[in-house]
């Protein structure tokens, strides 16, 4: 049965180089907020001494629906006249869903942020586990899968008009 969500959880560290409106460095009140879409999304609380290399250490628990294919990273800064975006990281979910990861495997990854600009600015340090088991392939399935594709096949084969039962082994060959 395929599911339609499953549970992100992801720890966001540290951020280093980050500044607002590419000139000032970020003095305070630096935090995160990570989106899967419009209606999921969990944010940091502020960090008051980190300036520009801030620190969070704060582990977020987010939906990810199953057609998701980023998980957007945004470090905002309160400034005097509100909130400022300063800088976005759109992490494919690629990243860290499918593949050959065993069940729970947690990943450890780096970003560079770019502001409105498309400029860089800064870089994003981030945990991200997919919780549960459910379309994840784990390091058995991997195993089976070798095992099954790397037996011989055995059956018969005419040699000058005569059938003789053997093991037929060669190198499988895909044409494109």
């Known amino acids: 049965m ?7 959880e992801v ?35 502020a960090d008051f001494d980190g300036g520009s290399f ?7 628990v987010v939906d990810m629906p199953a057609h998701t294919r980023f998980l957007t990273v945004e470090v905002r800064c309160k400034v005097n006249s ?4 300063v800088g976005t990281a759109k992490i494919p ?14 990943h450890f990854l780096s970003y560079r ?7 860089r600015n800064g870089i994003i340090n981030l945990s991200v586990r997919v919780k549960g088991t459910e379309n994840v392939i784990g390091a ?18 005419t040699v000058v008009g005569k059938v003789s039962g053997g093991i037929v082994t060669g190198v499988p060959v895909w044409m494109a």
Do not use: H, M
């Open 2 to 8: 395929a599911t339609t969500s499953r549970a992100l």
């Open 11 to 45: 720890t966001i560290i540290s951020g280093e180089g980050l500044r607002v409106d590419r000139r000032r460095p970020v003095k305070k009140n630096a935090f995160v907020v990570v989106r899967t879409n419009s209606q999921n999304s969990r944010s940091t609380k």
């Open 54 to 60: 801030p620190v969070w250490n704060e582990k977020l």
């Open 82 to 85: 509100g909130v400022k975006v």
């Open 93 to 106: 979910a690629s990243d860290f869903v499918g593949g050959y990861f065993p069940p729970n495997y947690l």
């Open 113 to 119: 942020l770019r502001d409105s600009g498309g400029e």
């Open 140 to 157: 058995a399935t991997c195993a089976a899968a070798a095992a099954s594709s790397s037996r011989p096949w055995v059956g018969g084969s």
